[in-house]
């Protein structure tokens, strides 16, 4: 399986209908703090307009609602994952992102068979409380040797100036939120992440890219 080489993460079906017009084919829906039954309007109208526009919706946390809604995947963290129905999960068709941030994060992982894995935080991130130092972009390189075939997402911190740096490290995806939600421009920054990523978005990769 391939991702998109852009990213984008949003906490609202308004950004995700203002900024997948534009281009963007991997957007995620992380919504924090809100109740079940706007939660499932969300995920449902997120899941149209990204059908419209050919865009790959990945639900955040909430893998019963995406199950029911009939999404194809999901991105779960560690603790997230300790309490998800994996079973469910695989026979509701979705696939499935985790979230790693040490080794024996790693080894859970892989051990789930997930469709792709994020390393972070890449760089320090201003979205959340971390307990994680940064990674390092170099971290990735390491992380790629491990997780072989399986695509891997550099997370955290990243902007426009920080995109060749983790890619030449060996990430398939990079994953953000700031840069583009709290920028003055966020359809100019969106389209400047288009443009920068774009090398990365051939079907053919020559080696060592
Ligand atoms: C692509 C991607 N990577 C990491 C995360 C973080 O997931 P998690 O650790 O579960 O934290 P929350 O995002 O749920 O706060 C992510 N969402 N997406
Ligand atoms: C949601 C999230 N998860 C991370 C991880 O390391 O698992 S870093 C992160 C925040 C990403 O936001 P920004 O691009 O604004 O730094
Ligand atoms: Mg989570």
């Not at 079906?13 to 963007?24: H, Q, S």
């Amino acid at each position: 399986m391939k991702l998109d080489p852009f990213y984008l993460i949003v906490d609202s079906t308004e950004w995700i209908a203002r900024l997948v017009p534009l281009g963007v084919k991997l957007v995620q829906l992380r919504i924090k703090d809100k109740e079940t039954a706007e939660l499932r309007t969300e995920i449902r109208t997120a899941k149209a307009i990204c059908a419209k526009h050919g865009c790959q919706l990945i639900v955040n946390d909430y893998w019963q609602l995406a199950i029911e809604q009939g999404c194809d995947f999901v991105h779960l963290g560690q603790e997230d994952l300790e309490a998800a129905d994996l079973g469910a999960i695989r026979a509701a068709g979705l696939k499935l992102g985790l979230s790693t941030h040490d080794d024996a994060e790693l080894e859970t992982a892989l051990a789930a068979k997930p469709d792709y894995i994020a390393l972070g935080p890449i760089y320090p991130t201003i979205l959340k409380q971390m307990k994680w130092s940064p990674q390092g972009p170099e971290r990735l390189r390491l992380w790629k040797s491990r997780v072989g075939d399986l695509p891997l997402v550099a997370i955290g911190g990243l902007n426009v100036d920080r995109i060749e740096g983790v890619f030449s490290q060996g990430a398939d995806s990079a994953a953000v939120v700031t840069d583009i939600t709290l920028n003055p421009d966020p359809e100019t920054r969106t389209r400047q992440w288009l443009a920068a990523t774009a090398p990365w978005r051939s079907v053919e990769m020559p080696l060592g890219r």
